[in-house]
């Protein structure tokens, strides 16, 4: 697959499709880079305000309350020495390469299939930031009722569950 020219330049951003139709996915990586920002954002403002591990309530079901994780979802790993930081940092990248050329070959149209990995790519490199700079992606908003915890979670946490569930929808439904 060859990027399209446009004008007297080549946009890299351009692929062409199966179609032969371009697809640009420009608007998509810039929102991929809006999630990180807000990921990061909020992130950054949580380490500056809140102690590790004291819940701030926000609302009765809803607390933020400050840690790091070293593991995956739902602290998968958190205690294993260190090793899985790499392991998952490099899944990380493996995986948003595979979600940018998936991205790159949707045919234009198309918008909820683009949306959903989107929201994935976006969290991945949101917490990929976070384990090759800290060791351990920082989590803060902490759902509760009743003394029952959902784990820990953040924003990228959130953008990959919403586009996981978005892919799921867009893989069964029939067209």
């Known amino acids: 697959m060859k990027p399209t ?7 890299y951003l351009n692929h062409l499709s199966s179609t ?10 810039m929102l991929v880079a809006l999630i990180v920002i807000l990921d990061q954002g909020s992130k950054y403002l949580a380490s500056a305000v809140l102690a590790p591990h004291v819940p701030v309530p926000v609302l009765s079901f809803l607390s933020f309350t400050l840690t790091h994780n ?21 899944l990380s990248i493996v995986i948003s390469i595979v979600l940018v050329h998936w ?17 994935v790519l976006g ?21 509760h009722y009743q003394g029952w915890h959902w784990p820990t979670f953040n924003v990228a946490d959130s953008a990959i569950t919403v586009g996981a569930f978005l892919l799921f929808v867009t893989l069964i439904r029939k067209d």
């Open 5 to 11: 020219i446009r004008g007297t330049h080549s946009n």
């Open 20 to 29: 032969g139709k371009p697809v640009r996915i420009t608007r998509w990586l």
């Open 70 to 90: 070293p593991g995956a979802a739902f602290s998968f790993l958190s205690d294993a020495g260190g090793w899985q930081r790499w392991l998952f940092a490099g």
């Open 103 to 119: 991205l790159r070959g949707i045919p234009r149209g198309q918008l909820l299939l683009p949306a959903a990995l989107t929201l």
């Open 123 to 143: 969290g991945a490199l949101g917490n990929l930031w976070d384990r090759l700079v800290f060791g351990a992606v920082v989590d803060f908003i902490d759902l």
